[in-house]
């Protein structure tokens, strides 16, 4: 160790007040840009286990595929998993929403039964073919819902008076202008199917992607491990859902033309519909039209700014005090062959020596602190939810 860097040593034990000030200025400095850093990465990770919850574990799913395009799908290197459900049709029955007269039954695999945000408020998920899970909102219109109830279901699809199969996405009333006001869409049921279940479990209402509010069937769920349906919906979450836009098109488009349209965001021929979980898309960054993540990281980004500012500010000021001690000092090593360089250089060996031990113990203290904040935000939030 050469002269200078031993009297810097020595300097900082004889200045044991002012080293130990400006190692805990550096210490709480660290901590708590760690601790914001550390909050905000645990809040995005929050945010999207929270729409996981609520939506699914998904990234895209593909609607009305057929039983020879499927297998492309589970089987492409990029699909990280997946779940099926398919569409057994509408059954007519008897509540008070004159807008909502079926139930619309749907069957899924076990995966989709665990990974598609169902949330069961009563009862128990259904274990077979012949039990079913209803929603909440269902009873609020005076359908039974008791947990044991066996129920008969005539089951058929909803054709339209011009021949075409409707679904949860074509309302049962239609607005006509001309009569201002809303009319019964003139529809049967064909292709009935008798099936008797027995309610097992009543859940929340279906998320507004499966179940918007103009849908005419309450979306009720039965259990089918193998779904063998000539039509059925597919939820993909892929490795790397940044590069989804590619897994899309490939996936959809009907031929490498039609691909390269999809890549240039125009209208392409598709085989199948399809839809985002935009809600777990937003909270992986994937995507980029949504300001919310963007706002967030530039907040967060705005008060560490501001927290390194004034930590420099503050460290800056403790150095400068010590290097004005040390003018005479400094002025002695010059006149002996010290350059410029030499003191420079020893001034950043003293904030290397300070930094090499507060910095660690800061980003300790920072983990620690994040630990201790998400813990009592946790609290508050589940004694929220209690309430």
């Known amino acids: 160790m050469n002269v200078l860097n031993h009297l810097t040593l020595k300097n900082l034990r004889l200045n044991k007040k002012r080293t130990i000030v400006t190692i805990i200025g550096i210490i709480l400095s660290t901590a708590l840009i760690c601790a914001i850093a550390g909050f905000a990465t ?9 729409a996981i919850l609520d939506t699914g574990d998904y990234h895209i799913a593909y609607l009305d595929v057929s039983a020879d395009e499927i297998k492309y799908i589970k089987d492409n290197r990029y699909t990280s998993s997946f779940y099926q459900t398919s569409s057994l049709g509408y059954a007519k029955i008897d509540n008070k929403n004159e807008f909502k007269p079926y139930l619309y039954i749907e069957e899924y695999d076990s995966s989709a039964l665990y990974n598609s945000g169902i949330k069961v408020v009563e009862g128990r998920l ?86 918007d509010y103009s849908a005419p069937g309450y979306l009720s769920i039965t259990y089918n491990n193998k779904i063998s349906s000539n039509k059925s919906n597919i939820y993909v979450k892929y490795k790397k859902p940044k590069n989804i836009m590619n897994y899309l098109c490939e996936t959809t488009a009907t031929n490498d033309n039609e691909k390269n349209k999809c890549l240039n965001n125009s209208d392409y021929e598709k085989k199948f519909d399809y839809i985002y979980n935009g809600d777990v898309l937003r909270w992986e960054g994937v995507v980029r039209s949504d300001n919310t993540k963007a706002f967030l990281y530039g907040i967060i980004s705005f008060v560490i700014g501001i927290v390194v500012i004034s930590s420099i500010l503050v460290i800056r000021n403790s150095f400068s005090i010590s290097i004005t001690e040390r003018y005479k000092q400094y002025g002695m090593l010059a006149s002996i062959g010290a350059t410029q360089k030499q003191i420079r250089k020893n001034v950043l060996f003293e904030g290397f020596i300070l930094g090499i031990i507060a910095i660690p113990l800061g980003v300790l203290l920072g ?15 589940q004694n929220v939810n209690l309430l």
Do not use: W
Request: overall charge negative.
């Open 367 to 381: 983990i620690l602190a994040d630990i201790l904040l998400v813990n009592i935000v946790n609290l508050i939030v």
């Open 42 to 50: 645990s809040l995005m990770k929050s945010m999207k286990y929270q």
């Open 126 to 211: 259904p274990q077979n073919e012949n039990e079913l899970l209803i929603p909440e909102h269902l009873c609020d219109y005076g359908y039974t819902c008791k947990i044991g109830t066996k129920i008969n279901l005539d089951i058929g699809k909803r054709i339209s008076a011009d021949g075409f199969e409707l679904d949860q996405s074509n309302p049962y009333y239609d607005y006509d202008e001309d009569l201002e006001e809303y009319v019964t869409s003139k529809e049967t049921v064909t292709n009935i199917k008798n099936r008797e279940y027995t309610i097992v479990g009543i859940m929340q209402r279906a998320s507004y992607d499966l179940e």
